[in-house]
């Protein structure tokens, strides 16, 4: 058991931080916490449609910036980053992966 919990500490800790927020939030206010509950199935609903777009969108911009700064693939840019201990192109992926999310909040009001 000891080993068990050792190994999964920090999954079980999110968790546990999540019941114990979601037990707070409902003793605070039971009534908003109900209101949240009900447009739940619309929330998700819409994660559900724009995840997928957003991700797609996002994956063109990241590939044609790698494409223009050379890299062919995902393989270069680690094999650049951490063989050849240049973070350049870790750092460019992961800034332009962050701008086109950012880019496409902006435009895509669900």
Do not use: D
């Amino acid at each position: 058991m000891q080993n068990i919990f050792a190994r999964y500490k920090f999954i079980i800790i999110l968790l546990l931080t999540l019941v114990i927020g979601q037990a707070i939030s409902f003793a605070a206010s039971p009534a908003s916490w109900q209101g949240f509950i009900n447009v739940l199935g619309r929330i998700l609903s819409m994660i559900a449609f724009w995840g997928p777009i957003i991700a797609a969108i996002s994956s063109l911009f990241v590939w044609i910036v790698m494409r223009l700064l050379g890299f062919e693939s995902l393989e270069a840019i680690r094999q650049e980053s951490v063989e050849q201990n240049n973070p350049a192109p870790a750092i460019v992926f992961v800034g332009t992966l962050i701008a086109s999310v950012l880019f496409l909040m902006l435009v895509i009001k669900p």
